[in-house]
Nanobody, 130 residues
Framework: QLQLVESGGGLVQPGESLRLSCVAS????????IGWFRQAPGKEREGVSC????????KYADSVKGRFTISRDNAKNTVYLQMHSLKPEDTAVYYC???????????????????????WGQGTQVTVSS
């Protein structure tokens, strides 16, 4: 059974850091693009960052550029989201998601929309408050 499990969320003060982890079980992440998304109360789920199956290509939402870094360790079947300089507006449930998208060479389309991802974790809460 394909499963994604997020961890690392918590309550932090503005300016602090957190690192989220997304661990896959039941399948290998090697051929999947992975996205991090978040959903705040009363708002739609939005893309935060995503990374290609090879790890060579990444995307970030404008609101997190320069503060968040996505990375992956395929040997550990894990994708990370390092978050620095957290702001109250970063408060949300953070989800990781997987989309089957191996790299065969040449151009590579990295999805960044909610509807483009097939497998989702249950989410981890991040709260930034003083």
């Amino acid at each position: 059974q394909l499963q994604l499990v997020e961890s690392g969320g918590g309550l932090v003060q503005p300016g602090e850091s957190l690192r989220l982890s997304c661990v896959a079980s039941g399948f290998t992440l090697d051929y999947y693009a992975i996205g991090w998304f978040r959903q705040a109360p009363g708002k739609e789920r939005e893309g935060v960052s995503c990374i290609s199956s090879s790890g060579d290509t990444t995307k970030y939402a404008d609101s997190v550029k320069g503060r968040f870094t996505i990375s992956r360790d395929n040997a550990k079947n894990t994708v990370y989201l390092q978050m620095h300089s957290l702001k109250p507006e970063d408060t949300a449930v953070y989800y990781c998601a997987a989309d089957w998208r191996p790299y065969y060479g040449g151009s590579y389309y990295l999805p960044f929309e909610v509807y483009e991802y097939d497998y989702w974790g249950q989410g981890t809460q991040v709260t930034v408050s003083s």
